[in-house]
């Protein structure tokens, strides 16, 4: 079994060629190590080989993780489904929020954002792939919901992120990709500089259509046990 610092040293060497590939600014994506299910210690090894940005999807396994490992300057996004009775904890302990995918949600977001804290980077989720079960607005919202979240206060617009149906083929991979990015282009001069999207098992075909977050966890860690 490779270490983790074996790893993350791969992940990094994919990103690079995929980005020589595809004509991408070299440093232009950013790697996210989704660390869900993974014990604190996953992490701090992560951590060690010099990653810095943790991704988390439940509320409660990544408050208990950020309390073990206060001593280390981690930037955490979530990147989970996010109930209402949850978001005053998101904007306290959170940098990042890439699954807003309600109005309601973006406004607790910002009201509940402590004062003393920069303003809460937000991804507006977008179901690709129009499956009924995953959460995100449609394609046809993204417009409206991008004006609205735009003005809040305490909220600082970055991007969209995307998890579509899982594709083996390259080029099935890139379809719902280069619509979400053509589907931002249409919105003219904005400040949206972010497009999360890109997992383990589409990785390149992200790059190849403008990913500047791949989230990134089997690869890293290893599959997880939900048992
Ligand atoms: C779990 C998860 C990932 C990581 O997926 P892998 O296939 O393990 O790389 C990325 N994004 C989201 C939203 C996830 O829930």
Same mark, same amino acid.
């Given at each position: 079994?490779?270490?983790?610092?074996?790893?993350?040293?791969?992940?990094?060497?994919q990103i690079s060629n995929a980005e020589?590939?595809?004509?991408?600014?070299?440093?232009?994506?950013?790697?996210?190590?989704?660390?869900?299910?993974?014990?604190?210690?996953?992490?701090?090894?992560?951590?060690?080989?010099?990653?810095?940005?943790?991704? /988390?999807?439940?509320?409660?396994?990544?408050?208990?993780?950020?309390? /073990?490992?206060?001593?280390?300057?981690?930037?955490?996004?979530?990147?989970? @489904?996010?109930?209402?009775?949850?978001?005053?904890?998101?904007?306290?302990?959170?940098?990042?929020?890439?699954?807003?995918?309600?109005?309601?949600?973006?406004?607790?977001?910002?009201?509940?954002?402590?004062?003393?804290?920069? @303003?809460?980077?937000?991804?507006?989720?977008?179901?690709?792939?129009?499956?009924?079960?995953?959460?995100?607005?449609?394609?046809?919202?993204?417009?409206?919901?991008?004006?609205?979240?735009?003005?809040?206060?305490?909220?600082?617009?970055?991007?969209?992120?995307?998890?579509?149906?899982?594709?083996?083929?390259? /080029?099935?991979?890139?379809?719902?990709?280069?619509?979400?990015?053509?589907?931002?282009?249409?919105?003219?001069?904005?400040?949206?500089?972010?497009?999360?999207?890109?997992?383990?098992?589409?990785?390149?075909?992200?790059?190849?259509?403008?990913?500047?977050?791949?989230?990134?966890?089997?690869?890293?860690?290893?599959?997880?046990?939900?048992?």
């Amino acid at each position: 079994m490779p270490t983790i610092t074996q790893r993350l040293r791969q992940i990094r060497v994919q990103i690079s060629n995929a980005e020589l590939a595809y004509n991408r600014q070299p440093g232009s994506v950013l790697l996210l190590a989704v660390s869900k299910t993974k014990p604190p210690e996953a992490i701090a090894d992560a951590y060690q080989a010099g990653q810095r940005h943790f991704g /988390e999807n439940y509320l409660q396994e990544a408050l208990k993780k950020q309390q /073990e490992l206060g001593a280390y300057a981690i930037t955490w996004h979530f990147i989970g @489904p996010i109930q209402s009775n949850k978001t005053k904890a998101l904007a306290t302990h959170f940098a990042w929020v890439h699954s807003v995918d309600s109005l309601k949600i973006a406004k607790r977001l910002s009201e509940q954002r402590p004062a003393h804290l920069p @303003p809460l980077n937000i991804c507006l989720q977008v179901n690709i792939s129009d499956e009924p079960s995953k959460s995100g607005i449609g394609l046809a919202e993204l417009p409206q919901l991008r004006e609205q979240v735009a003005k809040l206060p305490n909220l600082k617009l970055r991007g969209v992120m995307a998890i579509p149906a899982p594709q083996q083929d390259f /080029e099935h991979q890139r379809q719902p990709y280069r619509a979400l990015y053509q589907a931002v282009a249409k919105l003219g001069q904005t400040e949206l500089d972010t497009f999360s999207f890109g997992m383990t098992g589409d990785l390149k075909a992200a790059i190849a259509e403008g990913s500047t977050i791949v989230r990134i966890g089997t690869a890293l860690f290893g599959e997880r046990d939900y048992g």
